[in-house]
């Protein structure tokens, strides 16, 4: 086989997407987390002063909201004294972060060396603010309810750790120039996605191009891709129309895709031009 589905029935049945009983297992260590925080006799500003979190991570966490980070629950275990009980939901709490049609991707991501994104019709979810990935996920029809929300959101987010892993991955987007103007989410939230693109973008291993939309020629009107190539394994690409995804794993079509993203790179802005590009879109926006 070619293609390897990673869902069978698209974005309809969100409720079938996380691990069963998952909502109420995060709400429980959120519950311990407490606990051992009043018992230690600290706000929630002073204990994420003193792990390394904002309060409104903490908080978050604590009404089962975010499921949190391993060196969460590691540094909060050593600052509470909880002897280590609240290190043991580590491996049960990173089950629960990844909604189950994007875990593989997630792992891909993770052990990625280089990636490679096309993205045409909203901002690539890596590079997505909070706020930005939330509007989406509210204009979801059907709708899905607030701590569905939530958690998707938290899973966005949490993936956006490749950009602070050491070693660095190389890292590139092309985004078309609708995405930029579409201002999902209101102007304000807009605004702030097209700052978060410009830090994003003055990153040493990351890369952002602009595809113009008075382009005559175009390689990528076949939709949106993604090339990933993980450190102990062969390039895959992952495609993704309708809420249904697929990997492709067969290497003639991962090469197809390498060379038409390689196209779609040469069309695009350079990323010095795009940088320039985005931060005039951001002063009429």
Not at 37 to 64: C, F, H
Not at 199 to 226: K, S, Y
């Amino acid at each position: 086989m070619t293609a390897v589905p990673e869902q069978t029935g698209g974005d309809m049945d969100d409720s079938r997407d996380w691990e069963e009983d998952s909502g109420d297992f995060l709400k429980m260590v959120g519950r311990q987390v407490k606990l051992w925080r009043e018992q230690a006799k600290l706000t929630q500003p002073e204990l994420g002063q003193r792990i390394g979190y904002g309060d409104e991570l903490v908080s978050s966490v604590e009404r089962g909201r975010r499921a949190p980070k391993p060196e969460f629950l590691d540094n909060a275990d050593e600052v509470l004294g909880a002897n280590g009980l609240l290190k043991a939901f580590k491996d049960d709490v990173e089950r629960t972060r990844f909604p189950r049609k994007v875990r593989d991707l997630a792992k891909l991501e993770a052990s990625a060396v280089t990636l490679g994104a096309y993205c045409d019709h909203n901002i690539q979810g890596l590079l997505q603010t909070e706020d930005y990935a939330r509007a989406l996920y509210q204009m979801r029809r059907p709708l899905l309810n607030e701590e569905t929300v939530e958690r998707y959101v938290a899973a966005r987010m949490a993936r956006q750790e490749i950009f602070t892993r050491w070693p660095a991955p190389i890292l590139s987007f092309v985004q078309e120039e609708v995405t930029l103007r579409r201002p999902l989410g209101g102007r304000a939230v807009m605004r702030g996605q097209l700052e978060r693109l410009l830090e994003l973008g003055r990153l040493r291993n990351v890369e952002i191009q602009v595809m113009p939309t008075d382009r005559e020629d175009h390689a990528g009107m076949g939709g949106e891709f993604l090339l990933l190539n993980p450190k102990n394994g062969p390039t895959v690409g992952r495609v993704e129309v309708l809420g249904f995804s697929r990997v492709i794993t067969n290497r003639d079509e991962v090469r197809t895709l390498e060379a038409q993203y390689g196209i779609i790179r040469a069309q695009a802005l350079t990323p010095r031009e795009s940088l320039a590009f985005i931060e005039k879109v951001l002063g009429e926006t």
